[in-house]
């Protein structure tokens, strides 16, 4: 068995055609093993099969990276095609929404005075700290699964909110409520994106998994069959900005606690070891 002759017929049913250059590169010694021999052509029929891309017209090149969307928001998505024309005349033109609006609730979640009260407390959280808070609910049926209409969504929020003069996306936590199917069953709609420097920032005073946890309490099915998706969205949103309030959090707060430190005009009490932690994390 001569390895030409196996690279011959490999090369063909790629649909490559074998060239004396690229035969060269199969005159290889014959090895004892018949095994040895068969899994040694399938290798150089593959060299070979590269070093003839040019004569057979067959253009090997990585895989572009396509835009690569902020990892915010779970949104680490390549844009390659172009987007539907449905996208683009009518989901993601966000030029209707109030100017400054961190409330953005293109699926109706929320009640409008649920929304008033998020707002509110985004208000005072931009008042007291350096943190940021947005929340952000896709059109019904928009999932980052799409991942040609998705990336268009998304810089086109992205954009909205960084016209607004609070903008600061080294300082942002996202929540993204997206009621979503897996498997047949619903999954948890609550996902929050945490900015890198202000993960950095927040060490040993804010629990990485923090902000995860959150979202598993009140994204938990049970708990939004008992509540609903616009108190569960509400209330986790709330408890992440009651922890970002109180600038020391390794756990998620009581539903009152969370009220209490998010909507208070007033710096929240901590508890000595939190006090500590918080001194320790000071430069």
């Known amino acids: 068995l001569k390895l030409r002759s196996a690279c011959s017929p490999l090369l ?8 004396a250059s690229a035969m060269a590169c199969c005159n290889r010694p ?30 090997w090149a990585p895989p572009r990276r396509g835009l690569i969307l902020s990892t915010s928001l779970g949104l680490g998505y390549a844009a ?4 539907s024309a449905w996208a683009v005349s009518q989901l993601y033109d966000v030029k209707d929404l109030p100017p400054g609006k961190r409330v953005v609730d293109l699926a109706k979640i929320l009640t409008a005075s649920q929304a008033q009260q998020l707002e509110a407390a985004i208000d005072v959280l931009e008042q007291k700290t350096p943190y940021r808070f947005r929340f952000l609910s896709p059109p019904p049926g928009l999932t980052p699964d799409n991942k040609v209409d ?109 009220k209490e430190v998010a909507f208070s005009e007033v710096g929240p009490a901590l508890s000595a070891d939190e006090a500590r932690a918080v001194s320790l994390a000071r430069p």
Do not use: H
């Open 30 to 59: 014959r090895q004892r093993s018949r095994r040895a021999v068969a899994a040694l052509a399938i290798v150089l029929a593959t060299i070979c099969a590269i070093s003839t891309r040019q004569e057979s017209g067959f253009a």
């Open 150 to 258: 998705w990336p268009v969504f998304v810089k086109s929020i992205k954009s909205f909110w960084a016209d607004g003069e609070t903008w600061d996306r080294d300082n942002v936590v996202v929540l993204l409520a997206s009621p979503r199917l897996v498997g047949g069953v619903n999954a948890n709609p609550i996902n929050f994106s945490v900015a890198l420097k202000l993960t950095e920032r927040l060490q040993y005073r804010v629990a990485s998994d923090t902000f995860t946890k959150i979202a598993n309490k009140f994204g938990d099915p049970s708990y939004i069959s008992a509540e609903g998706e616009d108190r569960a969205a509400i209330a986790a949103a709330v408890n992440a900005i009651a922890c970002l309030r109180k600038g020391v959090c390794m756990q998620p707060m009581s539903e009152k606690e969370a």
């Open 80 to 83: 390659e095609a172009s987007p």
């Open 12 to 19: 063909r049913a790629a649909g490559l055609r074998p060239s």
